[in-house]
């Protein structure tokens, strides 16, 4: 397949960037889990209507149904509590002689799914079987309950109901591929949709033990010997999904007719697993499936992330009516400029010709990585919100772990920034000499900061020396210049640029390629591209001011 044409960077820099006023949005949240910190709900600006779909502030007006950007499941918890209970008895039946009582907690959820917690406060020999033959609806029969924890997620978006089926498929599948090395949490019961007490699509399943591993490494409650463990365990996370591998890329759903079947390799073993129910997409649009486009029958990531970008773009009209740009007509020249610097990546490195893509989790952080401590050993009980799953080039999957060999506690650190491991091992205090333990005796005579950065450097250097033996390009993949480059545009390409943080990464995207330039000793493109976003820094800067 021909590459993607190199759009001119004489017509992408061409117009007045001085002038610029930036489009401007809520942040959001890319957390969706049960253990999630942070809940912010996305917003569409102005400068962006998905197909099909009309602002918020326009259909308020016009109806009253729920459009994908607005919550439509904020019943109250206490008017929720005799449906889930009436939802457990038909779910798992109870002797009737028995009185069961259901304690329901919320919890803090993300920006996709309401949690809810629920505790069974009597016993539950069997699930019964499904009586249903409905495909959107399915209960795992003669399945026992080994705890009476369970845990209920319901979509908080009209448009997110018929992708629970999608979830659930993709779940059930990688729950089989990864095990044993990820234990996922198994689902129970489903229903994609409203046909039910609850009048939601919904999903139960069981409830994981263990406490977020960003809490743990900010209370700086597990020793350096967990640390080693729980490094050696997320090595072989990544090991896991180096080995499935997909010629083509794209996110995992449920096959429409005429889709090309899933088909996924096991490096480790040689073995082809075939899905014809399930197939290969474009992350956007993520709202509504019936519009999902099917991904590029492509091997390539620069025409696959190319095919992304111009999607996005093609939303887009171009409404210039001035020398001067709209939200509108910057965006489309952002999408541009996006390609050109991801065709100087190609042009200039190798990390984007791998042939093979690889499985990837797309929210592989502390926060969604449960460990616990069990018989005085730390380990990780599993990993969530695989709902997001794709086949990535093998770049996007080396995004270092860093967090486990950082303070988290030092104020930079922000989980929902999607570079955010990415930063290097924390240098000691400027003010603390540097003295390498090359004894015994001398380890014991390091200070406190130069002791604790010696345990992170052992930390990192156990997680490493297990990843390179199987994947024997990672040092690159993980910290070269043009890699942590790919991995920022390749996020903007799934998601678009629909929300304030997306606007922050391009910003950043655009300081680091100055840098990386001006480190390549790539003059011209420094030469201009430099002249440019200094004239956009300064403009940005100065309405920073002004408002």
Not at 235 to 256: F, H, I, M, T
Not at 365 to 378: A, R, S, T
């Amino acid at each position: 397949m021909p590459r993607a044409t190199t759009p001119s960077l004489d017509n992408i820099l061409a117009l007045p960037y001085d002038t610029l006023k930036p489009p401007i949005s809520p942040t959001h949240s890319t957390t969706d889990s049960a253990y999630a910190t942070t809940s912010r709900s996305p917003k569409v600006g102005t400068w962006f209507k998905p197909p099909e779909y009309e602002d918020d502030a326009e259909s308020s007006e016009k109806s009253t149904e729920p459009t994908p950007f607005k919550r439509n499941f904020d019943t109250p918890l206490s008017q929720l509590r005799a449906p889930i209970g009436e939802l457990v008895e038909e779910l798992f039946p109870e002797d009737e002689e028995e009185e069961r009582i259901i304690k329901t907690v919320e919890i803090q959820g993300g920006s996709s799914n309401r949690i809810l917690r629920l505790h069974l406060l009597s016993s539950t020999d069997a699930i019964s079987p499904s009586k249903s033959s409905s495909p959107t609806s399915e209960i795992s029969g003669a399945t026992k309950i080994a705890t009476k924890l369970l845990v209920l997620r319901l979509p908080r978006y009209t448009a997110l109901h018929s992708e629970q089926s999608s979830h659930y498929s993709t779940h059930t599948l990688l729950t089989r591929l990864l095990r044993p090395t990820i234990q996922l949490a198994k689902i129970l019961a489903f229903d994609a949709s409203t046909e039910n007490v609850l009048g939601s699509p919904y999903t139960v399943q069981t409830f994981v033990s263990g406490m977020q591993l960003i809490h743990a490494l900010k209370l700086g409650s597990i020793p350096l010997s967990g640390l080693l463990g729980i490094a050696e365990e997320m090595a072989s996370v990544y090991e896991a999904c180096w080995n499935l591998r997909s010629d083509r890329p794209g996110k995992v759903d449920l096959a429409q007719p005429n889709s090309t079947p899933l088909e996924i390799h096991n490096h480790l073993t040689g073995d082809t697993h075939t899905r014809r129910d399930l197939s290969l997409y474009t992350p956007w649009p993520y709202y509504a499936r019936h519009l999902r486009i099917p991904s590029p029958k492509t091997t390539s990531t620069l025409d696959y992330i190319t095919t992304l970008l111009t999607n996005f773009r093609q939303t887009l009209p171009n409404t210039q009516t001035s020398l001067y740009l709209s939200p509108t007509d910057y965006t489309i020249q952002t999408y541009d400029r996006l390609i050109h610097i991801l065709h100087t990546i190609s042009t200039h490195s190798t990390i984007l010709d791998s042939s093979f893509n690889v499985l990837v989790h797309g929210d592989l952080l502390p926060h969604n990585i449960l460990v616990q401590e069990q018989n005085g050993k730390w380990c990780v009980t599993t990993v969530l919100d695989w709902d997001t799953a794709s086949f990535a080039s093998p770049v996007s999957l080396c995004k270092p772990p860093t967090w486990l060999w950082r303070d988290l506690n030092d104020g930079t650190y922000k989980s929902e920034r999607i570079w955010a491991e990415e930063s290097p091992l924390p240098p000691p205090a400027p003010s603390v000499p540097r003295r390498p333990a090359r004894s015994p005796e001398r380890t014991r005579s390091l200070s406190p900061e130069d002791l604790v950065a010696s345990e992170r450097l052992k930390v990192r250097r156990r997680f490493e020396e297990k990843v390179k033996a199987v994947i024997p390009d990672y040092d690159e993949l993980a910290y070269s210049p043009w890699a942590k480059l790919a991995r920022r545009i390749i996020e903007v390409a799934q998601e678009g640029l629909v929300s304030e943080e997306g606007w922050g990464s391009v910003y950043e995207i655009f300081d680091m390629v100055l840098d990386v330039c001006e480190k390549e000793g790539l003059e011209e493109e420094f030469v201009v591209m430099g002249r440019k976003e200094g004239v956009h820094r300064r403009a940005m800067e100065r309405r920073r001011e002004e408002n």
